[in-house]
């Protein structure tokens, strides 16, 4: 006889890549008609933009271009001139096993940028970028509950809580503000956006996104002097999903920047800034499986599967406080910035290394009143305790202001950099979906009714199953309150 076993299904994510490219983007460009000569290079600024993802037949796909300023001193001596440059970019990464069209979410990290002179009316721009790109697809897992159980059957059940990715999507926010300036600008530097989301809260079938935009505006005062300033777009929505989820589902949300127009007014400074977040839904479910079954009086064959899903075992935030020195003397720090790399993680031991690296840039004038430009590398390092079997993933947050400080051998700069880590696994259990109830066991005449056994390696089930006892009755006979440990004396009854 065949005994058939209740039949759900559980929706969940599988990633199916997250992998960071590395790559260069290069371009010359020509100065406008109207600039004054290049003199000297000084500095670059960009800003990352996604603009688009692309779920292919073959793998996955992001474009965009990185918006880059540059800054120089012209040959005549006049005030400092800023050139704009597009550079665009693609990522691709395969997906040999995809059946359907998933979910794409991506990061773009500014490595660095910088800009050398080809002449006197052209440059040649450079712009290193970190791409970051993943690859989810909805999964079924088919989950067995055996129902009612014939008599004298017996089934070795376990709860397992399980958090799980259930949803993923994205919510595209529109900003736009105009600011007053406490000092006139007569020339735009550049303009750069940093996301902070503050609220990620899953509220039925909504998650609520609250957050700010801060734009660090770089400009040039009517006096010919550098001023930076950062302003705030605040923004509050919602998005729609699925399905509805209950108070204990979390989501981990991340902003990239998908447009950025800023512009000059007569008023001030106009920025239309458009957001893309990428939210992912974790829900926390108990899953009740019988992992093995038996029967003291009839021959049963369970029907034993492994059941693969993947878990995430923590998730957690951190901040580093990140500080550079730098050899800058006599120096007027005018501005300063941060950008940090992808993360690299390596799992050793008993721990997870996470290495963080990046690069400061500092704009500072000199003893003579010049425009100086300052960039040098940085990494930093710790480590966190690991999980077995787990593997643990660092996403860039949000990146603070940095602060400058002159020390008695040159300048400081301290940043503070929002680490989002999260530590998955693969929970590999066994599944009974099904058994085959066979003939009676004639039992055995000269069999004892009691066996006495030294407990050692094994479980109760086990040594219930082996001997044709059960679980309750080495209990009952034993009067025992908890698990009984290796070497203690047990009563084993027959059935």
Known sequence: MELQWNHTSWDYLKCLTRQVQNQEQTLEVRISDGMPDIGRVICAWGQPILRSKEWRSDGIGIAGGVSVWVLYAPEDGSEPQSVQAWLPFTGKWPVSDSRRE??????VMLRGVDARTLSARKLMVRANLGLLGCALEPEQADIYEPGELPEQVYVWKKTYPVNMDVEAGEKLLSLEESFSLPISAVKLL???????LTEQTVAGSRIILRGTAYADAIYLDDMGNIQQQTLELPFAQFADLDR???????????AAVSNLEPELTENGLHIKCGLVAQYMIRQQRLLHLAEDAYSPHRIVTPNIQQLRLPAVLECRREYRQITQKMDAMPCDPVSAFCLPDHPTVYRETDRTSVELPGCMGLIYRDGDGALQYLQEPWADNFCVPAADDGKTEVNIGCI????????????????QIQLDMRT???????MVCGMEIGEV????????SVLLQRMGQ???????????????AIWQANGLQEE??????LLIPIL
Do not use: F, H
């Open 102 to 107: 998933g979910i794409i979410q991506a990061d």
């Open 190 to 196: 550049s303009c750069r956006i940093r996301p902070q």
């Open 244 to 254: 509805e989820y209950d108070k204990e589902a979390t989501a981990a949300v991340s």
């Open 400 to 415: 603070q202001p940095v602060e400058v400080r002159l020390t008695g051998d040159g300048v400081e700069i301290t940043g």
């Open 424 to 430: 998955m696994t693969q929970l590999e259990v066994p």
């Open 441 to 448: 066991i004639q039992p055995d005449p000269s069999r004892p």
């Open 458 to 472: 094994q479980d109760l089930w086990n040594i219930a199953k082996d001997t044709g006892s059960t679980v309750e």
């Open 484 to 489: 009984p440990v290796p070497g203690q004396m």
